[in-house]
């Protein structure tokens, strides 16, 4: 199936200094494009997979789950790794949730962690019904464009399909056991207007981590996908400063690339 427009992965080589971007459930790299290529113009190297499943039809994500997302974030950071000197991993809502995963499973060689909405558990009280459910229904009503910001829109599915967030919940409990292996600096921005994942989860997982550098930013005027809201800017402007804080020569890359 063709990639639907906007929803296509983004590279970009520049310095020393990588960031791997995740996007959520459902939805594709386009909500994270912009952030994506803000860092691009800071002369970082940046990563922005697409995951299994995601940027075609919902059809297609019935045939995947969460293995075949981690290991194309694992795979994606691996490449970073081998390319850079420091790699940080940003992710949104879902795409937290992977990058969380990433932090706990490959220690030190991730330099910190940038989290915007992160999820850590399926709400839906219905969820519970999904092993059996799966069989009998095949989707649900999509949960894209969470944004309050008017024209700004997500690329992602309209459907939910089951399977999928079946898979979903099973990664987040799991996950939720991992949690405390996460000791890398942390900056966690949400929103408490939220109507896809609740601030409950942020707290949950500010709980849990070991980290003891941790930064939580209220993101006041925005909806889930904050990466495309009001708060944007705020997302872009804090998460760079959040790398150069933690990579000595994140400054120097940005004066020599003009950025």
Avoid at 200 to 228: K, N
Wanted: net charge negative; aromatic share 6%; glycine share 10%.
């Amino acid at each position: 199936m063709p990639v639907l427009p906007g929803a296509e992965p983004f590279r970009h080589e520049g310095g020393e200094v990588g960031v791997l971007l995740c996007h959520g459930f459902t939805g594709s790299p386009q909500s994270l494009r912009p952030w994506a290529e803000y860092l691009a113009g800071q002369g970082l190297t940046v990563s922005l997979p697409l995951l299994p499943g995601h940027g075609t039809r919902w059809q297609d994500m019935q045939l995947t789950g969460w293995q075949d997302w981690y290991a194309e974030v694992d795979r994606a950071l691996r490449e970073l790794l081998d390319r850079c000197t420091q790699v940080f991993v940003f992710g949104l809502s879902m795409g937290g949730a992977l990058s969380l995963r990433l932090a706990a499973k490959h220690g030190d060689a991730i330099s910190g962690v940038v989290l915007v909405n992160p999820a850590n558990k399926v709400h839906d009280p219905l969820a519970v019904a999904l092993p059996v459910a799966k069989h009998f229904i095949r989707s649900t009503p999509g949960i894209a464009s969470d944004i309050a910001k008017p024209g700004s829109d997500e690329v992602g599915y309209d459907r939910v399909p089951t399977r999928a967030a079946h898979s979903l919940r099973k990664f987040l409990q799991l996950l939720d056991t991992e949690l405390p292996q996460v000791t890398q600096p942390v900056l966690l921005l949400h929103s408490p207007q939220d109507h896809v994942v609740p601030p409950v989860d942020s707290a949950r997982i500010l709980a849990r981590i070991s980290s003891t550098d941790v930064t939580e930013t209220l993101l006041e005027q925005s909806y889930h996908v904050a990466t495309l809201d009001y708060d944007a800017e705020q997302i872009f402007a804090d998460s760079y400063a959040f790398v150069g804080r933690l990579a000595e020569s994140v400054g120097r890359e940005g004066a020599a690339s003009g950025g």
